[in-house]
């Protein structure tokens, strides 16, 4: 499983810097001159940021289960894929169509990302105690 965590952070680490650059410069003459072009740019550097950031903490989750840290360590990964899923996702998508609704599934991704930040803790845990 490790193996397939490493592949998926860098997946997801260069998906979010061409992401990123797109919203920064593509998404810019989109939609900069909506009355909510503003508010759509600003989604999309938050969905950005936290992607890459995620990409990289998954890369932490594939080392912690390299080093056989369990289930918390599995657990964390998954939720931080959800997690860009759900989270990133859906800001992109509101950034795209200005559909302000996909902002329910928004919070859902952020709990994941808050569930696999607490199972890393389990996880780090785990790696003290077995060393």
């Given at each position: 499983?490790?193996?397939?965590f490493?592949?998926l952070?860098?997946?997801?680490g260069?998906?979010a ?16 001159s909506?009355p ?17 950031t995620?990409?990289l ?5 594939a ?12 657990l964390?990964g ?7 899923g759900l ?26 990302f ?18």
């Amino acid at each position: 499983m490790a193996k397939i965590f490493v592949i998926l952070s860098g997946l997801l680490g260069f998906t979010a810097v061409a992401l990123g650059a797109f919203g920064a410069h593509g998404l810019q003459s989109r939609v900069g001159s909506l009355p909510d072009g503003v508010k759509r740019l600003d989604w999309w550097t938050t969905a950005a940021h936290y992607h890459l950031t995620h990409a990289l903490a998954l890369a932490l989750a594939a080392w912690l289960v390299h080093r056989g840290s369990g289930a918390s360590a599995l657990l964390a990964g998954w939720a931080f894929v959800a997690g860009v899923g759900l989270f990133s996702g859906s800001l992109y998508t509101m950034a795209i169509t200005g559909q302000t609704k996909l902002g329910m599934i928004t919070p859902f991704g952020g709990l994941l990302f808050l569930v696999g930040w607490g199972a890393i803790v389990v996880a780090g845990w785990r790696l003290g105690a077995g060393s």
